[in-house]
């Protein structure tokens, strides 16, 4: 490796992090894809416990949040972190670590839930050895990234680096909380919590899961990579002081809205689905702001893959955060609970938000980082239409699949009796599965011709080396 | 000192930022769940609810390991029409035991929290072998494997009885010198089968809750 | 100017949409002509297909019976879908005349009208497909169809609206999240309704 100047950003972690991000996001993508597949088709298990759906299902959601959401998420905050703060990465050799260890920890994680090591709690599957190596990576990932705003060239710490700050404490406190459990042997442990109060807890951990490390977390993506791409500061300043803590404060509280009807308490409820209603404010305020953004300084804006994928991203945002607090409703959520449309919604975001601005952000970040240009725009483009139609057609199809089984699993007759069968209602789901089988290929192919591209795109180069900028004294810390 | 110049302060100050957020996200946390966690009710168990056996908990951990609960939930809402498919709506009082608790958020399959003896033990080995022989259109997956591996190899039952208990559940010195022993000769399907069997029979219509 | 020419260019957009829309951009139509002239019966297409589908063989959602409803309620029910539609119309439109400023686009009212009305045409004469009320079959055909529409949304805003491409894709993707999200708002309320005793008997 060569020797590394105190006065250069350290890009290579970057452009390693983005690398596993995309493999990841095309393995678990096709773990999705392959259990959609099995539902329509049981048979392709071929009686292999480890093609089962029961675990590859959790294969497919923990490579996705940890292995490309977090790894991207890392790439992005060590790209950020470094040109918010004028200064090169604090303790770079403990950036690779946490580079290095965290793709260890998704492929072995992986590997055990494959061989049946399962908490059963959602996106907190990993059992505990792995919850302390999590742990310990995460507090390095914070050292170095609240070691390189410390040492910062710049007075204000930059709205980006809010989000990301706020992913590395509030995730730290909801993984240790939720994990504490009672090892019995390596692989298996009890939790703490037992029946309905291990459940308040799980959903606790569960939604803020989404809300600080799929929202909050991309959020910081936003906040950086859009106002980099118009070339013009945030919109309005006040507008993202007031959003980002009202975020932080009410996201906490609408974990309870997963649990509407069991065995808890009606107050919690309650509590979860006003305060579910009311985190639409925040959402919307900062959806409102980045798409103010971009709309005021278009002359500065090229029509790039990048932007047009960050753009549509904000769109899809607002579906999201618009529907989660819909379906919280105690009257919607009564017939979307336990469908597909959950699934479908969970897909709004993943694809729609989450995806795709990480793919518009790679399509930025990566020509920047060994300075030549794209190798096809063509293909990005193919891609960007791939990647709306691929979601589009799952979120129509789970809406269409999660009404009928709600609806029909609440149907009764004149005289109160059922009027369908479990097993009919489950027959006919068939038609939707295919549809969403379509949905993910298409979206899948999509990523994988942006794999090729960016892969094409760094073939052969090496990381561009950019120099701190200098600082204006009025700026620079006391 | 107004608003911004306050949060000119926090912004300037990496260390005054970690504790804001720190403190503005417990908050909804503490309030929600430490309340829960000393709500008595909610850990309390209803009067026909007991401790899983031995088999019943080796069942339970097979059940979590094939992850049963992605596509089956374990909770009946109280609404007619589910009430009438699948029996009496859960009660908090019956989880007690239930470490983690199994209640799903998708019902790709039927809900299973009542599924305890409405069906054979056959019916469910026969099932769990091979589904789409008992139930044509099933799209579930089919698990040979259960009926060739040993109960006893699916951990040490006698350390896990040992850390529920340490975490208040009701065993006995008995119960635990004698869980090696009642797993002998059975297989896991056995085991699975016995945990279904016993779901949902914590709770019958008349108990008071 | 008149809505005369705009016959022909709701059937050339078919075939030619982007000379369409570039004969659209030099056009200055008034909004009611072509609201109560053409979108109008274009927006009655798909009620009227629903009508006569559901009520010769009632909705599938999915499981083996069909959903059959008395004719009154079928009536009913596709006066409230029309409505919503020209609701849903009429808003995207104002919308977007609204967004215009922002975005520096045309702000002739009718040119808002007409786009919205092209861009949704493809769907209205999709909506033949209402005649065989199977929900997969229908999804199977209007998606692709509200694909081809987007599509002739990101190409239409910057043409018809005189605006620079770069503004154009922003100004779309900002009526494509208004769009999901007045989708969504439909489906929660009508399963609020639904779930409060509106419609057909659900055990809640």
Known sequence: ?478 | MSGLSLHKKIEENAGLLIFGILFVSAIGGLVQILPILNQDSLSTATENTRVYSAVELTGRDIYIREGCSVCHSQQVRPLIAEVERYGAYSRAGEFVYDRPFLWGSKRTGPDLHRVGGKFSDDWHRIHLIDPRSVVEASIMPAYPWLADRDASDTGNISAKLSALRILGHPYSDEDIDNADADLQGIKEIDALIAYLQMLGTGYSEGDSS | MGTEIYSHLLIRSLYQPIDAFQELAKVEPSPMGVLFRYTIWLLLLPPIFSLIGAANFGWRLGADEPLLLPTNSLVLISIGYFLALVFGLITTAIISSWMAATYGASANFGKHVALITIVGEPLAIASVIHLFPDVFVNLLVLIPTMMWSMYLLYKGVPIVLDTPPERGMLMASSLVGWLLVAAVSLLGLSMALWTLGVGPLLGV
């Open chain 1, 1 to 478: 490796m060569e020797a590394v100047t105190n006065n250069v950003y350290h890009d290579k972690v970057v452009i390693r992090l983005i690398q596993f991000s995309i493999v990841w996001a095309l393995a678990a993508m096709g773990a999705g894809v392959y259990i959609s597949a099995e539902l329509i088709w049981p048979g392709i298990d071929f009686g292999q416990f480890w093609l089962s759906f029961g675990r590859l299902r959790p294969l497919h959601t923990n490579g996705i949040i940890f292995g490309f959401g977090v790894s991207a998420l890392m790439a992005t905050a060590f790209y950020s972190v470094q040109r918010t703060s004028h200064v090169p990465l604090f303790a770079p050799k403990l950036a690779w670590f946490c580079c290095y260890a965290w793709q260890l920890l998704v492929l072995t994680g992986g590997l055990s839930l494959l061989a049946g090591w399962n908490t059963s709690k959602e996106y907190a599957e990993l059992e505990w050895p792995f919850d302390i190596v999590i742990a310990v990576i995460w507090v390095c990932f914070g050292v170095v990234f609240f070691g390189t705003i410390a040492t910062r060239k710049i007075k204000p710490i930059y709205i980006s680096n809010w989000f990301y700050g706020a992913l590395i404490i509030v995730i730290a406190m909801l993984h240790i909380v939720n994990n504490l459990a009672i090892p019995v042997s390596i692989g298996k442990s009890y939790s703490l919590y037992a029946g309905a109060q291990d459940a308040v807890v799980q959903w606790w951990y569960g939604h803020n899961a989404v809300g600080f490390l799929l929202t909050g977390g991309f959020l910081g993506m936003m906040y950086y990579f859009l106002p980099k791409h118009a070339e013009r500061p945030i919109w309005s300043y006040r507008l993202s002081v007031v959003a980002f803590w009202a975020f932080t404060y009410s996201y906490i509280w609408a974990g309870p809205h997963h649990l509407h009807y069991n065995s808890i308490p009606e107050w919690v409820q309650s509590l979860g689905m006003v305060m579910s209603i009311v985190l639409l404010a925040p959402s919307w305020a900062t959806l409102i702001n980045g798409v103010m953004t971009v709309s005021t300084a278009w002359e500065k804006l090229r029509t790039d893959p990048a932007l047009k994928f960050i753009v549509l991203s904000l769109a899809f945002y607002g579906l999201a955060t618009f529907e989660g607090p819909m379906m919280s409703l105690r009257s919607v959520n009564v017939v979307s609970h336990f469908t597909d449309w959950t699934i479908g919604h969970v897909h709004s975001g993943a694809l729609g938000w989450n995806a795709m601005i990480t793919y518009g952000t790679f399509y930025f970040m990566v020509p920047r980082l060994v300075g030549r240009e794209l190798h096809s725009v063509r293909l990005a483009n193919i891609h960007f239409w791939l990647a709306l139609a691929g979601t589009m057609l799952y979120i129509v199809s789970m809406w269409a699949a999660g009404v009928s089984q709600g609806l029909l699993w609440l149907s009764v007759d004149n005289i109160g009796e059922l009027s369908f069968s479990f097993k009919d209602i489950m027959a006919s789901m068939a038609p939707y599965y295919g549809l969403r089988l379509v949905a993910g290929l298409i979206f899948l192919s999509g990523t994988a011709l942006m794999a090729f591209n960016l892969f094409m795109t760094l073939k052969g180069q090496h990381a561009t080396r950019v120099s701190v900028p200098a600082v204006d004294p009025a700026y620079g810390v006391s």
